[in-house]
């Protein structure tokens, strides 16, 4: 099949996306790094990150070697999988590592530079941080286009089975990315908190020492998890979002328009490609427009990276008109106002995560209220106002997917066959829609770690009450982006799982039909199962409510989330009762720690927060492969149809419901440090930090992990699709 000139556009945004982080990055590298003492609390921070990263990669290469034998084996041997698939898997775990890889050598380099900037003036720190950040976000998006293009190229030259095939087997490879990502967060989520938890515990409520304050043996490995969990865990995470929510979309335009085939379906599998190219640069322009003033509040700060991201949205709402128009896609109108919905969605699902974690607002400043009678009424207030902050996001991604589905579809609520193909394209565009602006949303979400260190090198490195007062505002400026970042990415996964549900069924039919499997239509006609449409499939194989198997997929899939996030927590809780120990020992056999006289031991703390995610990621991770592929055996396609909705619908609402808790416990404790309720050292102070210490394995490692493992497992059930139906 011929490849349009218009898809050269993606090779060409990516050339583009990764030369302007290489200019960023050069630009930060310029920057001079302060005293020796701030290179050389930075070179630590740096040197810790870098044998953490390194260890985790050795032990998810293991992984991933033996995840390939078996794809391997189905593919050559059982002849029940495309024969690209293990190594497409491989690429696109190669590819989220290697985003998470640069995200963080930035991030360890920029924060120092960061710190010194803010000597001068919070303009100049807030430009080096959040243009580091913008490298992050640059990386992301140019490796994930880079991925696309070659793998389209490829299939395109020697898969013969056309657009259906070829689209489907890329999608693997976003499972390679999905499983990267899972390791990535949830082993830095561990290692962060570990750190950050015992840190806070013993330095922060029981020897009152500041926060970040060098006498804290645990203050090194809590910086190193930030840049761990918050960039490379962030990093490989939004790269596996971005690149599936193209997949995805890409393989549903391959299906919805098979019956015409031709120029039309090839048209429809370039387009989120192409929006996802244009918003390359148009991100560009949002990223150069952020920039504040000396003195600037918080709403001026949000202010000024809003503009940034708000008018990269825009453009992009505009453009996507311009580029289904002229690319000739059927029905261009209406899937242009899928993408506005998705975009939409993004911006109002932004504002409400800003809303309930921002210390701006009263939600937050509900909960520093509550400090005053106790830590017990902090925790009660943080985690209501949790749950209720997923009101607006469940409701808007509600109405996102009904609105992306009917524009899609000419509003046809027929649900016919052509009907649902059409609006599940829609769906998927949405999704793209929200994602297409990445290079700056994930600029903002990777701003904040390095705004967190930056603090931590201030406070170290005993800079002036000035410089710590702006390093202060740049950090709980990141503390909302952060949460802001993980409300976006938790949407567009919603969007995501719900095109990667159909994706499921394509593939299914595929491996249905290379194994020579007929079935019934509606009309009672048998047929190959490849020209099955989505009612004759469903019809088949009695996916409804009243199908047993589908409630049980259903209740196991809501079950998933819980038991991957008690894992999760539960890791971090041993991780960091073995942090108290070790900065109580140091307190009480170093003598002079206190006092100033004598230096911790930085690296044994370091030591136990890397053994301990090392340990503690691997089981929680390989569940999330394991459960779709024993539910798939055991209860066919359609337990594993209920599962994913089960787990979609439970992931995505506990994941809001964690994500915006500790984003509020958080900002809660540093509205109290600006000096409201008492400020620093009160009783107020002290009952916030206990919610923020309940928070960080909130925000930081069970909430964002679960929007990688609900398309996780929507990844693993269609890359097993040829393991379930030999158990047809």
Same mark, same amino acid.
């Given at each position: 099949m011929t490849i349009p000139v218009e898809f050269w556009l993606v090779p060409i945004a990516s050339v583009v996306a990764l030369g302007m982080a290489w200019f960023f990055f050069c630009q930060m590298m310029k920057e001079e790094e302060g005293s020796p003492r701030m290179m050389e609390i930075a070179k630590y921070v740096r040197d810790g990150a870098m044998a953490y990263l390194k260890q985790q990669y050795k032990v998810v290469t293991y992984v991933f070697i033996a995840l390939a034998i078996i794809f391997a084996f189905m593919a050559y041997v059982l002849k029940v999988q495309n024969p690209w698939v293990p190594f497409a898997f491989l690429t696109g775990g190669f590819f989220s590592g290697l985003a998470g890889f640069f995200g963080m050598k930035t991030a360890t380099y920029a924060s120092g530079r960061t710190a010194n900037?803010?000597?001068?003036?919070?303009?100049?720190?807030?430009?080096?941080?959040?243009? !580091?950040?913008?490298? @992050?976000?640059?990386?992301?998006?140019? &490796?994930?286009?880079?991925?696309?293009? %070659?793998?389209?190229?490829? &299939?395109?030259?020697?898969?013969?089975?056309?657009?259906?095939?070829?689209?489907?087997? @890329?999608?693997?490879?976003?499972?390679?990315?999905?499983?990267?990502? &899972?390791?990535?967060?949830?082993?830095?989520?561990?290692?962060?908190?570990? *750190?950050?938890?015992?840190?806070?515990? =013993?330095?922060?409520?029981?020897?009152?020492?500041?926060?970040?304050?060098?006498?804290?043996?645990?203050?090194?490995?809590?910086?190193? /998890?930030?840049? =761990?969990?918050?960039?490379?865990?962030m990093g490989a995470d939004l790269y596996e979002s971005y690149c599936g929510s193209v997949l995805s979309t890409a393989a549903l335009g391959a299906a919805a328009y098979a019956v015409v085939g031709g120029e039309t379906q090839l048209k429809a599998v370039i387009a989120p490609m192409l929006i996802a190219a244009v918003g390359v640069f148009l991100s560009l322009i949002g990223i150069f427009l952020v920039r504040t003033k000396e003195g600037a509040s918080m709403r001026d700060l949000l202010r000024s990276l809003s503009l940034g991201t708000n008018v990269s949205a825009v453009l992009i709402a505009i453009a996507t008109f311009a580029i289904? +128009?002229?690319?000739?896609?059927?029905?261009?109108?209406?899937?242009?106002?899928?993408?506005?919905?998705?975009?939409?969605?993004? =911006?109002?699902?932004?504002?409400?995560?800003?809303?309930?974690? !921002?210390?701006?607002?009263?939600?937050?400043?509900?909960?520093?209220?509550? /400090?005053?009678?106790?830590?017990?009424?902090?925790?009660?207030?943080?985690?209501?106002?949790?749950?209720?902050?997923?009101?607006?996001?469940? %409701?808007? %991604?509600?109405?996102?997917? @009904?609105?992306? +589905?009917?524009?899609?579809?000419?509003?046809?609520? $027929?649900?016919?066959? $052509?009907?649902?193909?059409?609006?599940?394209?829609? =769906?998927?565009?949405?999704?793209?829609?929200?994602?297409?602006?990445?290079?700056?949303?994930?600029?903002?979400?990777?701003?904040?770690?390095?705004?967190?260190?930056?603090?931590?090198?201030?406070?170290?490195?005993?800079?002036?009450?000035?410089?710590?007062?702006?390093?202060?505002?740049?950090?709980?400026?990141?503390?909302?982006? *952060?949460?802001?970042?993980?409300?976006?990415?938790?949407?567009?996964?919603?969007?995501?799982?719900?095109?990667?549900?159909? !994706?499921? %069924?394509?593939?299914?039919?595929?491996?249905?039909?290379?194994?020579?499997?007929?079935?019934?239509?509606?009309?009672?006609?048998?047929?190959?199962?490849?020209?099955?449409?989505?009612?004759?499939?469903?019809?088949?194989f009695q996916v409804n409510l009243m199908n047993p198997k589908v409630l049980v997929g259903a209740f196991i899939g809501a079950m998933a989330a819980f038991l991957f996030c008690g894992l999760t927590m539960e890791a971090v809780g041993r991780a960091a009762q073995k942090m108290v120990v070790e900065v109580r020992r140091q307190f009480k056999e170093i003598a002079g720690i206190l006092e100033g006289k004598a230096t911790p031991d930085y690296g044994r703390c370091v030591e136990i927060s890397t053994r301990a995610a090392q340990h503690e990621m691997i089981f929680p991770s390989i569940l999330a492969i394991v459960i779709p592929i024993v539910v798939g055996c055991v209860l066919g396609v359609a337990g594993v149809l209920g599962l994913l909705v089960g787990g979609l619908a439970g992931g995505f609402t506990l994941a809001v419901f964690m994500a915006n808790a500790g984003g509020a416990w958080d900002n809660a404790k540093k509205n109290i440090e600006e000096g409201n309720f008492g400020g620093k050292g009160s009783f107020a102070h002290k009952a916030t930090i206990v919610g923020d210490t309940v928070g960080d394995p909130f925000k930081d490692t069970s909430g964002p992990s679960l929007n990688i493992l609900i398309k996780l497992m929507s990844m693993v059930s269609i890359v097993m699709a040829g393991l379930t139906v030999a158990f047809i």
């Open positions: 900037a803010a000597r001068k003036s919070l303009d100049a720190g807030l430009k080096i941080a959040f243009r !580091s950040g913008a490298v @992050m976000g640059l990386t992301v998006v140019g &490796l994930g286009l880079l991925d696309i293009a %070659i793998w389209f190229v490829v &299939l395109n030259i020697f898969d013969t089975d056309g657009l259906i095939s070829i689209t489907t087997t @890329m999608l693997t490879f976003g499972m390679g990315a999905s499983t990267q990502a &899972l390791f990535a967060r949830v082993g830095g989520g561990i290692y962060t908190k570990a *750190a950050d938890v015992g840190a806070d515990i =013993v330095g922060k409520v029981e020897a009152d020492i500041p926060e970040d304050d060098p006498r804290n043996p645990a203050t090194i490995a809590d910086n190193v /998890g930030d840049n =761990v969990g918050d960039v490379a865990g289904l +128009y002229l690319l000739g896609v059927e029905n261009w109108m209406g899937l242009s106002f899928s993408v506005i919905t998705g975009l939409a969605a993004g =911006v109002i699902i932004g504002q409400a995560t800003e809303y309930y974690t !921002s210390h701006s607002y009263k939600p937050t400043q509900k909960i520093s209220e509550a /400090g005053l009678t106790g830590s017990a009424t902090v925790i009660i207030k943080g985690i209501g106002t949790g749950m209720i902050s997923t009101c607006i996001p469940v %409701i808007t %991604i509600g109405v996102a997917i @009904m609105l992306s +589905y009917l524009c899609a579809n000419g509003f046809d609520l $027929s649900m016919s066959s $052509s009907s649902l193909a059409h609006g599940l394209y829609g =769906v998927g565009i949405a999704a793209v829609g929200m994602l297409s602006t990445l290079g700056i949303t994930l600029a903002t979400d990777a701003y904040g770690p390095i705004a967190d260190n930056a603090g931590g090198n201030a406070e170290m490195s005993e800079l002036g009450e000035e410089v710590r007062h702006r390093t202060d505002a740049l950090d709980a400026l990141g503390n909302t982006t *952060a949460a802001t970042g993980k409300g976006f990415a938790i949407g567009s996964a919603a969007l995501t799982a719900l095109a990667l549900l159909a !994706s499921y %069924i394509e593939e299914i039919k595929i491996a249905m039909a290379r194994t020579g499997v007929e079935l019934q239509n509606l009309a009672g006609e048998t047929i190959n199962a490849a020209d099955a449409t989505i009612p004759d499939f469903m019809n088949y």
